[in-house]
């Protein structure tokens, strides 16, 4: 049974800086892609950052790109998410997920498999 567990989460302020980490179980990640999410209240969870299985290469959502990067370690089921220059916009609960295959999907639906979310706060 795959499983999903992020930690790192917590409160901060402005500008700055977290990571968190989502710890993979259950089979082996390395060919599969691994994003992360983000949801805020009364809202439905958007792509935030995506990392691939074989290639490594990274894709971000506009509102983060140059403040986050997702990164992985060769041969471990972790994946990060690093997240800098922190504004209070960033607060919401941050939700790691897999897809079936080694592509990057950014549509929430091509996700599989969830972790349970960890959240942040960005205070002004």
């Known amino acids: 049974q795959v499983q999903l567990v992020e930690s790192g989460g917590g409160s901060v302020a402005a500008g700055g800086s977290l990571r968190l980490s989502c710890a993979a179980s259950?089979?082996?990640?390395?060919?599969?892609?691994m994003g992360w999410f983000r949801r805020f209240p009364e809202k439905e969870r958007e792509f935030v950052a995506v990392i691939g299985g074989d290639n490594g290469k990274a894709y971000y959502t506009d509102y983060v790109k140059g403040r986050f990067t997702i990164s992985r370690v060769k041969g471990e089921n972790t994946v990060y998410l690093d997240m800098n220059s922190l504004k209070p916009e960033d607060t919401a609960v941050y939700y790691c997920?897999?897809?079936?295959?080694?592509?990057?999907?950014?549509?929430?639906?091509?996700?599989?498999?969830w972790g349970q979310g960890t959240q942040v706060t960005v205070s002004s």
């Open positions: 259950g089979r082996s990640f390395s060919h599969y892609a």
């Open positions: 997920a897999t897809p079936l295959g080694s592509s990057c999907p950014i549509r929430r639906a091509d996700y599989v498999s």
